[in-house]
């Protein structure tokens, strides 16, 4: 089972810059960055493909935020910028850990594993 452990977010002001780290316990067939805001559902932002490195993103944060991976460290980031209030909400990093046919990445119900979160507030 893998173990996720999520550090950074914090408060920021409108146009500025925050990154996310995700340090990952064990193998990954993906690993991804969901994101929820009060009263809204969990929706999928970044994702990358652990053996391909092919990255996706939602559209409302395409040239904003990036997400990488370092496999040496098997540690996910999320550079965030440009950063807008509604970027603002709980953060989550998610893995699977088994392969699945098309492109699932951004989808809450594929997940396996959830990190604990970590809120992301921007002030405009």
């Known amino acids: 089972q893998v173990q996720l452990l999520e550090a950074g977010g914090g408060s920021v002001q409108a146009e500025g810059s925050l990154r996310l780290s995700c340090a990952a316990s064990g193998a990954t067939y993906y690993m991804a960055w969901f994101r929820q805001a009060p009263g809204k559902e969990r929706e999928g932002v970044a994702c990358?493909?652990?053996?391909?490195?092919?990255?996706y993103y939602d559209d409302s944060v395409k040239g904003r935020f990036t997400i990488s991976r370092d496999n040496v460290k098997n540690t996910l980031y999320l550079q965030m910028n440009s950063l807008k209030p509604e970027d603002t909400a709980m953060y989550y990093c998610?893995?699977?850990?088994?392969?699945?046919?098309?492109?699932?990445?951004?989808?809450?119900?594929?997940?396996?594993?959830w990190g604990q979160g970590t809120q992301v507030t921007v002030s405009s």
């Open positions: 998610a893995a699977r850990s088994s392969w699945i046919a098309g492109l699932r990445c951004l989808r809450s119900n594929f997940v396996s594993t």
């Open positions: 990358v493909y652990t053996t391909s490195g092919t990255t």
